[in-house]
């Protein structure tokens, strides 16, 4: 007959719950503790399967719901496999893809059962912690960074905290009265930041609505419409076509030169209407899309302007940063653009946000970049400032968006879409004038830039504000306050007698 496990004494409890000093990551006042998150963690397991309950309603917190920041409100019928078993004042820690901060607290919204996904870790403060400090905590960057150092899986959206190695992590600790100041004084500062943030998010809002608005009016020759009547003998969109298809003639193009019906799109396929001297072509038939890839004739160690993704600013629309490296270390593998071509995010998500720019101040005219650019190199018919505009324009992502294959997380806009995607195509002093008009109503950079800056440094001011919280460095400590080792010490009494 197997014995019976012995029983950890309170001292022995107390030993395991308190991390040794080697594990403390940084000093904290003298009345605090670093404690592991499982000694403090009261959690009775268990599970309920809405399905044998079919017409009661459920408050499901689920992953998704998160982000609305209220759970689902469902019949038991509708929900197709067992859940945990949560009350109000739980904290959820979500183990899956944990770079995402995701820690909600169980709230008292309805009169419904309360359950939870198993993405969740489930924690129960014990009546010596308050739950809010323990919320914030767990949102805090430090733990943010201790969650994604040990987990499982191959990356991305596929990893996961292991709840196992969540339990040993330590947290600090302050006695319970300094916990509800830190809360009460976080929640005030944080509260000022998220108005702040507010109104951000609405001029951001208001500055890309307008700009919507303006790029709309642009290509469907509104914009224009008054320079059109000042300037009625420019050479049309349709002469244009010619002229190019003369200049494919003349430079012999290999695949065969297209016919002007194959340029055009035919009338009942166009989009909407435009003026008489403007038409709807084929994009890949004005322009080259992916040129092929430039070969100059230098030495490996010859330095070369190379453009990551990460310079392109999709709120400026700018490269921000063009770095410099060596050409036998980008030669091979990525993409290769030259001065005045405009490159574009295929990739998800920077394809929606708006990631495009054109190329300027390359060393020696050209440069590489990432292999998840598009390269648009424009013909003689084409302004490359207008076909930037039209790529940074919501409704020509928006278009692009449905159109994009691959798994997710790697979707990307196809090639054969831009071929064949409407392009508007004014004449060419047109597009010089719309390009004109846009760069005066739309260069507000600063304006941006400004909103930019303010909105990074809310965040890092958050940052700022929650790490001074749980280093004791608010001015709220009280080194008078009971020691939060004797808190633990209830918590552990009050574990182990349950």
Known sequence: MAKKKAEKSLDELLEEALAKEDEQPYEVPGNWAWVKIGSINHRKSGNVDPRKFPSDKFELYSVPSFADSFPEILEGRKIKSSKQAIKEGDILLCKINPRINRVWMVGNNTEHRTIGSSEWIV?????????????WVLRSNYFRNQLTSNVSGVGGSLTRAKPTNVALYPIPIPP?????RIVKKLSSMLDKLKETRELILEAEETFEERRAAILNKAF?????KKWREENPDVESAEKLIEILIDQKKKQGKKGGIPTYEEMIIEEDAQPYNLPGNWEFVRLGKVLQINPLKYKPEIVDDTLCSFVPMKA???K???????????YVKIKNGYTSFKENDVLFAKITPCMENGKAAIAKNLINGFGYGSTEFFVFRCSTIVDNNFLYYLVRAKFFRDLAKPNMTGTVGQRRVPKDYLNNFKFPLPPLAEQKEIARILEK??????????LIDMAEEIDLLEKSILSKAFRGELGT?????EPAIEL???SLKEKMNK
């Open 488 to 490: 633990l010490k209830r």
């Open 123 to 135: 924690i129960t403060p014990s009546n010596e912690i308050n739950n809010e400090y323990l919320l």
């Open 312 to 314: 392109v600013s999709d």
């Open 316 to 326: 400026l629309g700018i490269i921000e940063n063009i770095e410099k490296k060596p």
């Open 220 to 224: 469907t020759g509104e914009l224009t």
């Open 477 to 481: 400590n009280d080194p008078n306050d």
């Open 176 to 180: 319970l009265p300094e916990q509800k």
């Open 441 to 450: 109503l739309l260069d507000h950079e600063d304006e941006a830039k400004a």
